[in-house]
């Protein structure tokens, strides 16, 4: 057996690809991305001429040909930088991608993973105003017409809505079935009745945008639903749990970015005569800092490798998520203990780590809903 953290020859060039990326290009945009609460647009094209868009798209549809690790070690990368710009790519890669990748039928793959991989960002659309842990509560409809299913509703949270084309939305076709009743849809941003609404002004991650959707009377054709009719549930489910590993890689690179930054200002900073990483209870803050964010990391890694070997990996992935945004919190807030004033200031890069961190406990499934997963697995 190799060691989590031993990567193939492919995942350590992608990895290394995402780091040089994210401190050349990305880095240099952080501070105004976030003070404009909003994507440069030139990065969004940046990405996919990286191929970070599309990692475990295959070569025929245009996409990396690699793997759903490979996709885990480049969105830990980006994230050491900018969260906003990891998420980014996250939502991409292991809930979009994936969802067309798992479910989509041949003609489905065939028209939009080109786009995906390519030039197209993608959306998930499954929260509501009255439906966010309890997801299979949501009241966003869709009739059959003709060719068409008419969808009536509004989508709330919605990551990456402003960049988005592509938008991948549930509606319920038969309320009274209850969850049973959910079927995913292929929707396109120019279709008639869709619009992307309010932005909401975030605490973290403020580059990302989260948008509401709003489906008033948007046709969608027969053709565009992906997986079974009826079986949505199945689609979010699975795509959810492998989202998961996603946002706790980029919890892992959150908390290595504000370790990597006070591992530098501690051994510059001086107080009473020598710098403070010279002190006994500062150093004992770091390592502990490093031992955390290292089982975060071994825990998400494992997570991804048993996904990709085809293992069950749900307990894994909850835990993944759970304990790495645990970790990204109180590192990042300790981090800004170690800055001590300057951590607190804008002019320095802490505070904005501990800003995009709170969000990893609340996205994809809130950290009570991580626990209900691990316990219900437990005890089963």
Same mark, same amino acid.
């Given at each position: 057996?190799?060691?989590?953290?031993?990567?193939?020859?492919?995942?350590?060039?992608?990895?290394?690809?995402?780091?040089?990326?994210?401190?050349?290009?990305?880095?240099?945009?952080?501070?105004?991305?976030?003070?404009?609460?909003?994507?440069?647009?030139?990065?969004?094209?940046?990405?996919?001429?990286?191929?970070?868009?599309?990692?475990?798209?295959?070569?025929?549809?245009?996409?990396?040909?690699?793997?759903?690790?490979?996709?885990?070690?480049?969105?830990?990368?980006?994230?050491?930088?900018?969260?906003?710009?990891?998420?980014?790519?996250?939502?991409?890669?292991?809930?979009?991608?994936?969802?067309?990748?798992?479910?989509?039928?041949?003609?489905?793959?065939?028209?939009?993973?080109?786009?995906?991989?390519?030039?197209?960002?993608?959306?998930?659309?499954?929260?509501?105003?009255?439906?966010?842990?309890?997801?299979?509560?949501?009241?966003?409809?869709? =009739?059959?017409?003709?060719?068409?299913?008419?969808?009536?509703?509004? !989508?709330?949270?919605?990551?990456?809505?402003?960049?988005?084309?592509?938008?991948?939305?549930?509606?319920?076709?038969?309320?009274?079935?209850?969850?049973?009743?959910? =079927?995913?849809?292929?929707?396109?941003?120019?279709?008639?009745?869709?619009?992307?609404?309010?932005?909401?002004?975030?605490?973290?991650?403020?580059?990302?945008?989260?948008?509401?959707?709003?489906?008033?009377?948007?046709?969608?054709?027969?053709?565009?639903?992906?997986?079974?009719?009826?079986?949505?549930?199945?689609?979010?489910?699975?795509?959810?749990?492998?989202?998961?590993?996603?946002?706790?890689?980029?919890?892992?690179?959150?908390?290595?970015?504000?370790?990597?930054?006070?591992?530098?200002?501690?051994?510059?900073?001086?107080?009473?005569?020598?710098?403070?990483?010279?002190?006994?209870?500062?150093?004992?803050?770091?390592?502990?800092?490093?031992?955390?964010?290292?089982?975060?990391?071994?825990?998400?890694?494992?997570?991804?490798?048993?996904?990709?070997?085809?293992?069950?990996?749900?307990?894994?992935?909850?835990?993944?998520?759970?304990?790495?945004?645990?970790?990204?919190?109180?590192? =990042?807030?300790?981090?800004?203990?170690?800055?001590?004033?300057?951590?607190?200031?804008?002019?320095?890069?802490?505070? !904005?780590?501990?800003?995009?961190?709170?969000?990893?406990?609340?996205?994809?499934?809130?950290?009570?809903?991580?626990?209900?997963?691990?316990?219900?697995?437990?005890?089963?």
């Amino acid at each position: 057996m190799s060691p989590l953290s031993n990567l193939t020859e492919d995942e350590k060039m992608l990895q290394d690809a995402a780091r040089d990326f994210a401190e050349s290009v990305i880095r240099p945009k952080v501070r105004e991305m976030d003070e404009k609460a909003k994507l440069d647009p030139d990065l969004v094209q940046q990405f996919f001429e990286m191929g970070l868009m599309g990692v475990e798209i295959p070569e025929a549809y245009g996409g990396g040909g690699g793997s759903f690790f490979m996709s885990i070690v480049a969105i830990e990368q980006i994230s050491r930088v900018d969260a906003s710009a990891g998420v980014f790519m996250d939502v991409q890669n292991t809930l979009v991608n994936n969802a067309f990748l798992n479910f989509g039928s041949e003609r489905i793959k065939e028209r939009y993973l080109p786009q995906l991989a390519t030039e197209k960002v993608g959306a998930y659309c499954l929260s509501e105003a009255g439906s966010g842990s309890d997801a299979f509560a949501l009241k966003t409809t869709a =009739t059959e017409e003709g060719d068409y299913y008419v969808l009536n509703g509004s !989508k709330m949270w919605i990551t990456n809505a402003n960049e988005a084309d592509i938008f991948l939305v549930f509606a319920n076709i038969n309320p009274d079935a209850g969850y049973k009743g959910i =079927t995913a849809f292929v929707v396109e941003r120019d279709f008639e009745g869709f619009s992307v609404s309010k932005k909401e002004n975030k605490l973290g991650i403020r580059a990302s945008s989260t948008c509401e959707i709003l489906l008033e009377d948007c046709k969608v054709p027969k053709e565009n639903i992906l997986g079974e009719v009826g079986k949505g549930y199945k689609v979010a489910m699975e795509t959810l749990n492998e989202g998961r590993i996603g946002i706790g890689a980029q919890m892992v690179g959150v908390a290595q970015g504000a370790l990597d930054a006070t591992l530098e200002y501690t051994q510059e900073r001086e107080q009473f005569g020598q710098t403070i990483s010279d002190f006994q209870g500062v150093r004992f803050q770091l390592a502990k800092m490093a031992t955390d964010i290292e089982t975060a990391r071994l825990l998400v890694y494992n997570a991804a490798r048993l996904k990709e070997n085809g293992k069950d990996f749900l307990k894994e992935a909850a835990m993944a998520k759970y304990h790495s945004s645990e970790v990204a919190e109180n590192v =990042t807030s300790q981090a800004i203990d170690l800055f001590g004033g300057y951590g607190y200031v804008k002019e320095y890069p802490v505070e !904005k780590y501990y800003r995009d961190a709170k969000i990893g406990k609340i996205y994809e499934g809130t950290s009570n809903m991580q626990l209900n997963t691990i316990s219900k697995l437990l005890l089963k």
